[in-house]
Protein backbone atom coordinates (compact mmCIF):
# COMPACT_ATOMS: atom_id res chain seq x y z
CA UNK A 1 0.00 0.00 0.00
CA UNK A 2 2.85 2.44 1.14
CA UNK A 3 4.32 1.85 -2.97
CA UNK A 4 1.24 2.59 -4.42
CA UNK A 5 0.90 5.82 -2.70
CA UNK A 6 4.79 6.38 -3.66
CA UNK A 7 3.79 5.66 -7.30
CA UNK A 8 0.19 7.41 -7.33
CA UNK A 9 1.52 10.94 -8.13
CA UNK A 10 3.43 9.88 -10.90
CA UNK A 11 0.61 7.77 -12.41
CA UNK A 12 -1.97 11.25 -11.84
CA UNK A 13 0.82 13.39 -13.73
CA UNK A 14 0.72 10.93 -16.84
CA UNK A 15 -3.11 10.76 -16.71
CA UNK A 16 -3.14 14.57 -17.00
CA UNK A 17 -0.39 14.96 -19.41
CA UNK A 18 -2.29 12.15 -21.82
CA UNK A 19 -5.58 14.52 -21.15
CA UNK A 20 -4.54 17.63 -21.79
CA UNK A 21 -3.39 16.74 -25.21
CA UNK A 22 -7.07 15.39 -26.47
CA UNK A 23 -7.63 19.17 -28.39
CA UNK A 24 -4.85 18.50 -30.46
CA UNK A 25 -6.30 16.72 -33.15
CA UNK A 26 -9.23 19.64 -33.82
CA UNK A 27 -6.63 22.14 -33.75
CA UNK A 28 -5.46 21.11 -37.30
CA UNK A 29 -9.16 21.79 -38.67
CA UNK A 30 -9.56 24.80 -36.68
CA UNK A 31 -8.39 28.53 -38.35
CA UNK A 32 -5.25 28.68 -35.90
CA UNK A 33 -4.44 32.62 -36.57
CA UNK A 34 -0.99 32.21 -34.31
CA UNK A 35 0.30 29.47 -35.32
CA UNK A 36 1.96 26.38 -32.77
CA UNK A 37 5.05 29.04 -31.35
CA UNK A 38 5.67 32.77 -32.08
CA UNK A 39 7.97 33.58 -35.47
CA UNK A 40 12.01 34.09 -34.81
CA UNK A 41 11.85 36.56 -36.47
CA UNK A 42 15.03 38.66 -35.10
CA UNK A 43 17.47 38.68 -37.37
CA UNK A 44 20.29 38.71 -34.74
CA UNK A 45 18.87 36.01 -33.37
CA UNK A 46 18.81 34.40 -37.15
CA UNK A 47 22.63 34.93 -37.69
CA UNK A 48 24.26 33.95 -34.44
CA UNK A 49 22.20 31.12 -33.60
CA UNK A 50 21.15 30.13 -37.07
CA UNK A 51 24.76 28.98 -38.43
CA UNK A 52 24.91 25.49 -37.21
CA UNK A 53 21.23 24.62 -36.88
CA UNK A 54 17.48 25.75 -37.66
CA UNK A 55 17.37 28.72 -34.99
CA UNK A 56 15.09 27.29 -32.75
CA UNK A 57 12.04 29.43 -31.60
CA UNK A 58 12.47 31.05 -28.22
CA UNK A 59 9.14 29.69 -27.45
CA UNK A 60 10.19 26.13 -27.15
CA UNK A 61 12.14 26.13 -23.84
CA UNK A 62 11.37 27.87 -20.81
CA UNK A 63 13.13 31.52 -19.45
CA UNK A 64 14.96 29.51 -16.98
CA UNK A 65 16.53 26.86 -19.52
CA UNK A 66 18.01 30.18 -22.09
CA UNK A 67 19.66 31.64 -19.09
CA UNK A 68 21.39 28.53 -18.32
CA UNK A 69 21.97 27.87 -21.85
CA UNK A 70 23.40 31.41 -22.53
CA UNK A 71 25.56 31.31 -19.69
CA UNK A 72 27.61 28.90 -20.61
CA UNK A 73 27.63 28.92 -24.84
CA UNK A 74 31.74 28.43 -24.36
CA UNK A 75 30.83 24.86 -23.30
CA UNK A 76 27.31 24.45 -25.90
CA UNK A 77 26.68 20.68 -26.37
CA UNK A 78 30.15 20.18 -26.64
CA UNK A 79 30.67 23.09 -28.89
CA UNK A 80 32.56 26.51 -28.60
CA UNK A 81 29.12 29.20 -29.29
CA UNK A 82 30.40 32.33 -27.51
CA UNK A 83 29.74 35.58 -28.51
CA UNK A 84 30.78 38.83 -27.61
CA UNK A 85 29.14 39.85 -23.75
CA UNK A 86 26.96 42.66 -25.63
CA UNK A 87 25.65 40.42 -27.83
CA UNK A 88 25.16 37.16 -25.49
CA UNK A 89 23.01 39.59 -23.14
CA UNK A 90 21.21 40.80 -26.15
CA UNK A 91 20.34 37.47 -27.06
CA UNK A 92 19.50 36.14 -23.64
CA UNK A 93 16.89 38.73 -23.22
CA UNK A 94 15.27 38.01 -26.67
CA UNK A 95 15.04 34.55 -25.29
CA UNK A 96 14.00 35.03 -22.11
CA UNK A 97 11.09 37.88 -23.19
CA UNK A 98 10.06 35.41 -26.13
CA UNK A 99 10.30 32.02 -23.82
CA UNK A 100 7.42 30.10 -23.98
CA UNK A 101 6.68 30.36 -20.54
CA UNK A 102 6.40 34.05 -21.59
CA UNK A 103 4.30 33.46 -24.68
CA UNK A 104 1.69 31.16 -22.83
CA UNK A 105 -0.77 32.42 -25.47
CA UNK A 106 0.99 30.14 -28.34
CA UNK A 107 -0.31 26.64 -28.10
CA UNK A 108 2.71 24.42 -28.06
CA UNK A 109 4.85 26.62 -25.74
CA UNK A 110 2.06 26.39 -23.06
CA UNK A 111 2.32 22.83 -23.92
CA UNK A 112 5.53 22.69 -23.42
CA UNK A 113 6.02 25.04 -20.51
CA UNK A 114 3.35 22.91 -18.18
CA UNK A 115 4.88 19.38 -19.64
CA UNK A 116 8.19 20.23 -17.49
CA UNK A 117 8.51 19.72 -13.70
CA UNK A 118 9.31 22.94 -12.05
CA UNK A 119 12.76 21.67 -10.92
CA UNK A 120 13.76 21.02 -14.35
CA UNK A 121 16.13 22.85 -16.33
CA UNK A 122 16.11 21.13 -19.72
CA UNK A 123 18.70 22.22 -22.40
CA UNK A 124 17.58 20.14 -25.58
CA UNK A 125 14.07 21.04 -26.66
CA UNK A 126 14.22 17.40 -27.96
CA UNK A 127 14.01 16.59 -24.12
CA UNK A 128 10.93 18.03 -22.91
CA UNK A 129 8.55 15.76 -22.17
CA UNK A 130 6.13 17.42 -24.47
CA UNK A 131 8.49 16.80 -27.60
CA UNK A 132 9.14 12.73 -26.10
CA UNK A 133 5.22 12.37 -26.29
CA UNK A 134 5.16 13.85 -29.15
CA UNK A 135 7.74 12.13 -31.35
CA UNK A 136 8.04 8.48 -29.93
CA UNK A 137 6.37 6.93 -32.58
CA UNK A 138 8.13 8.01 -35.09
CA UNK A 139 10.42 4.94 -36.29
CA UNK A 140 14.47 5.07 -35.71
CA UNK A 141 15.22 4.33 -39.21
CA UNK A 142 13.26 7.40 -40.42
CA UNK A 143 15.35 10.17 -38.01
CA UNK A 144 18.69 8.34 -37.90
CA UNK A 145 18.81 8.66 -42.59
CA UNK A 146 20.82 10.81 -43.98
CA UNK A 147 18.60 13.67 -44.65
CA UNK A 148 17.47 13.84 -41.80
CA UNK A 149 20.36 12.72 -39.00
CA UNK A 150 18.92 13.48 -35.30
CA UNK A 151 15.63 14.57 -34.02
CA UNK A 152 16.25 18.05 -33.66
CA UNK A 153 16.58 18.63 -37.15
CA UNK A 154 13.04 20.59 -37.08
CA UNK A 155 13.40 21.51 -40.45
CA UNK A 156 14.16 18.09 -42.27
CA UNK A 157 10.71 17.04 -41.43
CA UNK A 158 8.46 20.52 -40.35
CA UNK A 159 7.87 22.09 -44.00
CA UNK A 160 6.85 24.67 -42.34
CA UNK A 161 8.98 25.02 -39.20
CA UNK A 162 10.37 28.83 -39.93
CA UNK A 163 7.03 30.02 -39.61
CA UNK A 164 6.61 28.40 -36.32
CA UNK A 165 4.01 26.09 -37.71
CA UNK A 166 4.20 22.50 -36.87
CA UNK A 167 0.85 20.50 -37.24
CA UNK A 168 0.62 17.22 -38.95
CA UNK A 169 -0.57 18.52 -42.31
CA UNK A 170 2.77 19.80 -43.10
CA UNK A 171 5.23 17.24 -42.02
CA UNK A 172 6.92 15.45 -45.09
CA UNK A 173 9.73 12.87 -43.49
CA UNK A 174 12.33 13.07 -46.48
CA UNK A 175 12.08 9.57 -48.37
CA UNK A 176 8.63 8.75 -46.65
CA UNK A 177 6.47 11.43 -46.74
CA UNK A 178 3.31 12.67 -44.98
CA UNK A 179 2.39 11.70 -40.93
CA UNK A 180 -0.99 10.38 -40.64
CA UNK A 181 -1.64 8.36 -37.34
C1 LIG B 1 29.14 26.61 -33.43
C2 LIG B 1 27.86 26.00 -33.76
C3 LIG B 1 26.66 26.42 -32.92
C4 LIG B 1 26.17 27.69 -32.71
C5 LIG B 1 26.73 29.01 -33.21
C6 LIG B 1 24.97 27.53 -31.90
N1 LIG B 1 24.72 26.21 -31.67
FE1 LIG B 1 23.13 25.44 -30.68
N2 LIG B 1 23.85 23.56 -30.96
C7 LIG B 1 25.06 23.24 -31.56
C8 LIG B 1 25.30 21.82 -31.45
C9 LIG B 1 26.52 21.06 -31.97
C10 LIG B 1 24.17 21.28 -30.78
C11 LIG B 1 23.92 19.83 -30.44
C12 LIG B 1 23.45 19.06 -31.64
C13 LIG B 1 23.09 17.64 -31.26
O1 LIG B 1 23.94 16.96 -30.71
O2 LIG B 1 21.94 17.27 -31.42
C14 LIG B 1 23.28 22.40 -30.50
C15 LIG B 1 22.07 22.29 -29.86
C16 LIG B 1 21.24 23.35 -29.52
C17 LIG B 1 19.96 23.20 -28.86
C18 LIG B 1 19.30 21.89 -28.45
C19 LIG B 1 18.50 21.28 -29.59
C20 LIG B 1 17.79 20.01 -29.13
O3 LIG B 1 18.37 18.91 -29.30
O4 LIG B 1 16.69 20.12 -28.58
C21 LIG B 1 19.47 24.46 -28.67
C22 LIG B 1 18.15 24.82 -28.02
C23 LIG B 1 20.44 25.38 -29.20
N3 LIG B 1 21.50 24.67 -29.73
C24 LIG B 1 20.33 26.77 -29.16
C25 LIG B 1 21.30 27.64 -29.64
C26 LIG B 1 21.26 29.08 -29.45
C27 LIG B 1 20.18 29.82 -28.70
C28 LIG B 1 22.35 29.59 -30.08
C29 LIG B 1 22.78 31.03 -30.18
C30 LIG B 1 23.14 31.68 -28.95
C31 LIG B 1 23.08 28.47 -30.67
N4 LIG B 1 22.42 27.32 -30.37
C32 LIG B 1 24.23 28.59 -31.43
C33 LIG B 1 25.90 24.13 -32.20
C34 LIG B 1 25.75 25.49 -32.25
C1 LIG C 1 11.88 12.82 -38.25
C2 LIG C 1 10.93 13.89 -38.46
C3 LIG C 1 10.74 14.95 -37.40
C4 LIG C 1 11.68 15.79 -36.84
C5 LIG C 1 13.15 15.86 -37.14
C6 LIG C 1 10.96 16.63 -35.90
N1 LIG C 1 9.64 16.30 -35.89
FE1 LIG C 1 8.17 17.22 -34.83
N2 LIG C 1 6.84 15.83 -35.44
C7 LIG C 1 7.10 14.82 -36.36
C8 LIG C 1 5.91 14.00 -36.49
C9 LIG C 1 5.77 12.78 -37.39
C10 LIG C 1 4.93 14.58 -35.64
C11 LIG C 1 3.48 14.13 -35.47
C12 LIG C 1 3.35 13.22 -34.30
C13 LIG C 1 1.90 12.86 -34.12
O1 LIG C 1 1.07 13.76 -34.01
O2 LIG C 1 1.61 11.68 -34.10
C14 LIG C 1 5.55 15.72 -35.01
C15 LIG C 1 4.90 16.56 -34.12
C16 LIG C 1 5.41 17.74 -33.62
C17 LIG C 1 4.68 18.71 -32.83
C18 LIG C 1 3.21 18.60 -32.43
C19 LIG C 1 2.35 19.06 -33.59
C20 LIG C 1 0.92 18.62 -33.49
O3 LIG C 1 0.10 19.11 -34.30
O4 LIG C 1 0.58 17.80 -32.63
C21 LIG C 1 5.53 19.75 -32.55
C22 LIG C 1 5.22 21.02 -31.80
C23 LIG C 1 6.80 19.41 -33.15
N3 LIG C 1 6.69 18.20 -33.79
C24 LIG C 1 7.93 20.18 -33.07
C25 LIG C 1 9.20 19.78 -33.51
C26 LIG C 1 10.41 20.52 -33.27
C27 LIG C 1 10.50 21.85 -32.53
C28 LIG C 1 11.43 19.80 -33.82
C29 LIG C 1 12.90 20.08 -33.76
C30 LIG C 1 13.47 20.35 -32.44
C31 LIG C 1 10.82 18.61 -34.44
N4 LIG C 1 9.49 18.63 -34.22
C32 LIG C 1 11.54 17.64 -35.14
C33 LIG C 1 8.27 14.61 -37.03
C34 LIG C 1 9.47 15.26 -36.78
Known amino acids: MKKLLLILPFLL?????????????HGHHGFNKLGDVAVANNTVYQKECGSCHFAYQPGLLPKRSWNKMMNELDNHFGDDASLDPKTT?????YLIQNSSDNSLEYKRSKKITSSIASNQ??????????????????PKKMITQKDVGNIGNCVAC?????K??????????????????
Open 13 to 25: VGAVIIMADDDDE
Open 158 to 162: HTTAD
Open 121 to 138: VPLRITKTPYFIHKHNEI
Open 89 to 93: NYLKN
Open 164 to 181: GIYSERDIKIPNYGGWDD
